[in-house]
C-alpha cells in the first residue's frame, strides 16, 4: 500500500478496524456514545495543577519545555540550563523537582504542581512573600514559591535552619534569602493557626 | 526646573504614604504568583528562534564559513552571516560605543572565547537552531592572545585588539585615567610612616537570572520589539537609525518584567547586535523572531574592577592619613572615569592623592559597570582604610571618623559647605557608625588582628568599612500622569525597566502624597510605551532624577484639577454647566484622600472620580445630548514634567557627595578548612529620606549577599593554553545560597535630607552590593592577622595565608 493511501480506520476506543473513517465514527457514534474521549497511543498524561493534558512529545523535550513552551505555564522560569538554580521547580507527586531535568516522558501519568497552581488556590505562601518582599527581579521567586510549599506539604514546623537547607538549591541573585526564610516561617504559622482561611485569601489582582 | 543642589525648599509638610511600611508590592502578586511576565516568555504566532555562532578561540578571524549543510537543515528558515552584503558595516548600538566605534551587527572577528559571532542561525525552534550551529563549518584563522592584564603589557605581547587598537594593548596607547589633588610628595615627606601594597582582583560578572534575549516583529512598518534593556529609549534611538531608518513613531517597545542584569548587560557596548540581526532576519521571514542567549554566553563580559593595584599610603600614628598613590592596571575598562582614589577624594580629607589607571585589552569579554563603576574606588577605600588602622593599631572607625571630609577638605570646611547649601550641621558618617557600632556591639567585639579564637576553634573577625552615598547621578526623565475617567484613578505614564527594586511603588507614593490620592488609586506600569521615558535603574541613579519628575508632574496636575473643579463642566458648543465648586478658587481647595475639599470644611467635598465623571456611550467623555440632559464632563486631566539633573559624576561636580554609608561584618574562620562564616551584617545607609524604606532594605541585605558572594567565591577561570573559560555556568561558578551568608544581616537607614533627590533623598541600589565586595578582606585580616590580597578570598587562600599548604 503507498503511504499516501488512507489505511483502515481503527477506532481509538476499541481499536476495532474498519474499512473507511465514515464506518469508524458511526461505530463510535453507537459504542461508545458518552464515555471519556480515549488516550490517543502515544501520548502522554499530565495532570498539572488537577487538570489532564494529552500531550504529544519529542522524545528530548524536558517537562520545562512542556510545561512553559508548550502548556504556556511561564511561572517555570529557566534560569541557568543544568539543574542548577531550581527556577523552574515544579512540585510532582507531592516533592519538588527540577522540571529542566525531566523528561516530558517520563512524567506520563504524573500529578504535577506549579506554582499558578498554588497561587490559584490562594495558599498563604503567596501573601507572605508579596508582604515581605520576598523577591526582587522576581525571576526566581516561582522556583522559591514552589519549593517552599513542597516542604509546608509535608512539614508545617520548618525550623529556619531546615528552611534555609530546602531552599538552598534555589539561585537569587538579587539576594533575597533572608525574606524567604521570614516568608516561610510565617506561612507556616498561618498554616498551624487556621488563619490561612477564609480571612487570608490571595488578593489575585494578577 | 527645581535647582536641587540645595537644600530643597518646597516640601511637603506632611508625609502619608512617603516612609510609610509596608504598601503592597504593584508587582508582588504577579511575580509570586508566576504571573509576571518576562521577554523570555513572550511567544507569538509563527515565531522563529534565532541562536549565535561561538568562537571557540580566544582571538581568531573567519577565514571561510560553510553554511550550506546548516541552511538545509529541516526547520531551519534562515542563516545570517557576517558577510550578509546587506549587513551593514557598522551600526549605531549604543551610548558606549563610541570608545570602541560603532560596531558591526554580526562580527567576523572574535577577541573572545565564546563571543557570539560569524552567524546567527533561524529556526522554528531552539534546539534545530542550536542543531544547525553544529553544522557550519569555519575555517579560523587563530591569532595569538592574552588574558593577563600584566603580560599583556609587556613589550612584544600579543595585540589584543588589533583592529581597534593597532599599536599596543593600552586604551588610547597610554593612560587610561589620572588624577591629581595637592601633592603626594610632600604628602610622604610630612608622613610618619608610609607603606606599599598591592592587591588583586579576579574578573567576575553579572548573571542576570533572565538570559540575554529580544523579539522583533514587523507589522508592515512597524517595528514592534520586545527587549530585555534597562535602557529602552536607547534601544528605540538606535533602532531609529537601523534598516535604512525607521521613524520613532513606527517603533512600538514592550519592557516587560526584567531579570536584572545589575548594569552589565546594558553597559556591553554591542548588547543590541542580536536585536539588530532578530529585526534584519524578521523582515526577510516576515516572521517574528526571537534571539536568545544561552546561559553561557551571559558570560560575555565582566565587572570593570579586574586587575592589579599597587598602592603608596602615609600616614600619622594618630591615623591622620596625609597623602594616598595609587597605579591600577585594569583589563578591558570601557570608560575613563573611575579612578582607584575617587572615593578616597570625594569622602576624605586626605590632602595629597595621585591616581592613575591603565586599561590594558586583554581577550576577554569587555569590563563594564557591573553593581557598579565605583567598585574599583571602593575597593581602594577599604584596603587603604584597614590598612592604616592596622598599621597603627586602631579601631578603624576612629580612623574613618578623623579622616571624614571630602576633596581634601577637612570638617569644619565640610560644616560650612552644608550650611552654605541650606541644611543643617548633620554629621552623616558619625550618625552611620554609631548606630551600626551598637548594632554589632562593636566595641565589644572587635580586637587586635588575630587574636581571638571562639571555643569552637575558629578565629574570629570583625570588618568595617565606610563611603560616601553616590546613587544621584547626572540624568534626565520624563513623565506624565493621567486621570482616568470613570473612576479618577492615576496613572503614571513612563516607559522604564522594572528590574526589581521596587522603585515603581515609590513614584506611586510621591505621587499620591503630592496629588491627595489614596495610594491605591495611584498605579504605575512602566512596561507600555507611551513615548516618555524615565531614567530606568541605570547611570547610578534612578529615584534622584524620576522622583523630581514626579513630582513636579504631581504638583501641575494637582494644580490643574483645582482649576477644573472651579471652572465651568461639560463645555462643549452648547455651552457649560456650573463648576463643580461655584464659589471657590483653586487656592480655597485641596485634595484629600482622592477628595475634592474645602480647606475651610474639609467635609464638602466631591471624590476625583466623582469629578471626572463616567466616559460616555459616544466617545470616551460624553454622550448625545438630548431631551434637555447633559452629563457633567471635565476636560481631559494629564499633565507631564521633566527632570535634567547635574548630580554627581557630572564632570563638573556641582557639589561634594554629603551622605554617607558605614557597613560592620563580622566573621568566624575554620583555620583547618579555610572556610569563612559570616556571623552578622550591619549595613548602615544615610539614603536621605527613606521613601520606601522597605524597597531600600531590599538593596541592603541583597546588596550584601551579592557583595560577599563576590567577596568569597566570585572568579571566571580561564584555561591560559586555550584561552577558553572553564566555568560559564552556575554550576562551576558560584554565587551565595541561603546557607553562604549564614547570620542575621541588620539594616539600618539614616535620613538626614542630603541627597538631590526630591525630599533629600539619594538613591541606593549601587551602593551596598559594590562596598561590600571588599568588605570581606578586613574582616578575615581581622580574624587571621594576615592579609590576603587576592579577591575572591577562597578557603584556599586562606589556608595559604596561614602557612598551612
Redesign the interface.
Known sequence: MADHEIKPSICPYCKKEFDSIDAMKQHVFKAHRGSDPPSPEGDIRLNINGNDYYLSVEPRWTLYDVIHDRLGLTGSKQFCDRGACGSCTVIMDGKAVLSCMILAIECDGKAIETVEGIAEKNHPLIESYVKHHAMQCGYCTPGFVTTSKALLDRNIHPTENEIKEELSGNLCRCGTYPQHTIAVLETAEKLRTGKADGAEKAQGDG | MQDNLRRDPFPLKTYKHIGER?P??L????????????T??V?LPGMLYMRFLNSPFPHAKIKTMDTREAETFPGVRYVLRYDNPELPERASMGKLTGIYGDPPPLSGIAHFEGEPMGAAVVAVSE?IAEDALELIRVEWEERPFNLDVLTAMEKGAPLSYPEMYPDSNYWNNGLFDEMTQGNVKKGFKQSEKIIEFEFNRRSHT??????PCGVFRWKGDVAEVWVKQQRPHLVKKNLSTWYGGVPMNKIQLHCL????S?GGWVQVPWNMGPLYCAGFVSKKTGRPVKYTF??REDFYGESMDEGVYRFKVGFNMDGTILAVECSSICANQIFPVFNAVNHIRESTRVPHLYGKIFSIWINKGPAVPTRCEQLPATLSLTAVFSRVAAECGLDPVEVALKNDGFEGHGKDRFEKEKKGLGFPAIDSLKECVEKGKAAIDWDDKWHRPGTKTLPNGRMHGMGFTWTNEWDDSLGSAEIAIRIERNDGTASILSMGCD????AENTYCMIAADELGLRLEDVSYNPQLDPGFFRMSPDSSTNLSVNGWAIRHASRILKQRILEAAVAPTAKTQRGSMRPAFPDCKPEDLDIVDSVIVKKADPSEGISVADFVREAGQSGPVTSTESGGFRWAFTEPLFAFSYHVQMGSYNPENPRPHLTRQAHFLEVEVDTDTGEIFVVKTVNVNDVGKAINP??C??QQ??????GL?RGKFEEMIYDPVTGVMLNG???DYK?????D?EG??DTILVESGMGYGPYGSVGIGEDV?TVMTGLLGPAVFNAIGVWIDDHPITPEKVLKALGKI
Open positions: 509596608g503592597r508590592r508587582d508582588g502578586y504577579h511575580k509570586a504568583s508566576g504571573r509576571a511576565d518576562y523570555m516568555d511567544q534546539e553579572w548573571i542576570g537570572p533572565e538570559r518584567y526584567q531579570g536584572a545589575f544561552t546561559r528590574n526589581g527594586v521596587e522597605m524597597s532594605e531590599g541585605y541583597g546588596g550584601t549577599i551579592m558572594s555556568n552556575l554550576l554565587i551565595a545560597t541561603t546557607l551568608v542575621p544581616i552590593g
